[in-house]
């Protein structure tokens, strides 16, 4: 196949980012493409940039998603890559594309919901931009953080020996996504999934405390599944993992619809997108901070070695992909 009948299907969702980095130099001291957000110092700090696109039908399902839960979301997973870098937020920026016909209400009850977050996050919003679009929503969300200068937990950090990590528990998000896709009832427990998959918290006070500690070296969010995103981990470190199935943290309502459902909770906690906890990477020797799991560490080579109950995996379980 000619190079030119290549489709962003096969080139992937990194490797269109990969074309596009190559093609741009990132000034010394500054941290450019491939992490959670961009490191640029300014005098004793420095600031953060995150953006993040949430486009109709890809990321959420217009019928499915209150405008309200839309723009608290929107703007949740920006401040979660905030705190993957143990940073706080300052500011927001949003740029919005609307169908004509869309309903006067549908633009307040989102805006609602951008508030609600600011607010209690305590980041304004301060700029943005907005346009008419065919048939499609489409909430662009950029942020600026800040943190003391040098203090950013990179993805490329992680030393051999660390335990490997996550924040809270893993899956719920995937478990509310697919309550939607397979319309199971909405009982208590299917009630929690669609919370957390509807409305993440994103990680701003554990970040802030993960970001502080000197023993916590490599750090980033889970927004398309850990089977995924400790790859990125490992490859900008260029060390391997060993991870167990077992290990992973489940709410009691994911193992509870899980078996209702015939549904395997750890694969789900492995593979399934959205959680916006966050995956670090830690000294052995330091004492885990209150709400984290150990669930593997770092070793020599490449890519992750699962295991269940100590026992070896011999399948490749993948995360979220775009393309
Ligand atoms: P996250 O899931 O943390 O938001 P992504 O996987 O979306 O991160 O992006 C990985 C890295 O690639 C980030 O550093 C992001 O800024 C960068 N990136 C993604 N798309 C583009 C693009 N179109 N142009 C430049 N950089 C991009
Ligand atoms: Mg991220």
Redesign the pocket.
């Known amino acids: 196949m000619a190079i030119a009948d290549k489709t962003l299907g096969s080139l992937g969702e990194f490797g269109l ?1 990969d074309l ?1 980095r190559q093609k741009f130099r990132v000034p010394h001291g500054t941290v450019g ?4 957000c ?1 490191v640029i110092p300014s005098g004793t700090d420095d600031l953060l940039v ?1 953006t ?1 696109m949430l486009v109709e039908g890809i990321h959420f399902l217009g019928d499915k998603i209150a405008p309200e839960q839309l723009g608290y979301k929107s703007v949740a997973v920006n401040l979660s ?1 905030i705190a993957a870098m143990g940073g706080e937020g300052v500011g927001t920026f949003l740029s919005i594309a609307l169908p004509p016909s869309t309903p006067q209400q549908w633009a307040e009850r989102f805006i609602e919901g951008y508030r609600a977050i600011s607010d209690r996050y305590g980041v304004p919003l301060l700029g943005g931009d907005t346009t008419s679009s065919g048939n499609d929503i489409v909430v662009n969300v950029a942020v600026l953080g800040r943190l003391p200068h040098g203090k950013a937990k990179l993805r490329s950090a992680a030393r051999l020996g660390d335990t490997v990590a996550v924040t809270g528990t893993l899956g719920d998000s995937g478990g509310g996504l697919r309550i939607i896709l397979e319309e199971r009832p909405h009982d208590k427990d299917a009630k929690f999934l669609l919370d957390r998959h509807l409305a993440p918290l994103p990680q701003m006070e554990l970040g802030a405390t993960l970001g502080g500690s000197e023993q916590v070296h490599a750090m ?2 889970i ?2 599944g850990i089977a995924s995103d400790l790859r990125h981990i490992l490859s900008a470190s260029g060390v391997g993992a060993v991870v167990d199935l077992e290990q992973l943290p489940l709410s009691e309502p994911l193992r509870r619809t899980a078996s209702l459902y015939g549904w395997q909770a750890e694969r789900i906690a492995a593979s399934a997108g959205e959680d916006y906890e966050l995956l670090f990477t830690i000294d052995p020797s330091a004492a885990l901070p209150k709400g984290t799991t150990a669930i593997g560490r770092i070793v020599e080579g490449s890519g992750i070695e699962w295991r269940s109950g100590g026992r070896r995996l011999e399948d490749n379980i993948m995360g979220f992909r775009h393309f």
Do not use: L, Q, R, V
Not at 33 to 36: N, R
């Open positions: 980012i596009i493409i491939g992490d959670d961009a995150t993040d890559d980033m969010d927004s398309d």
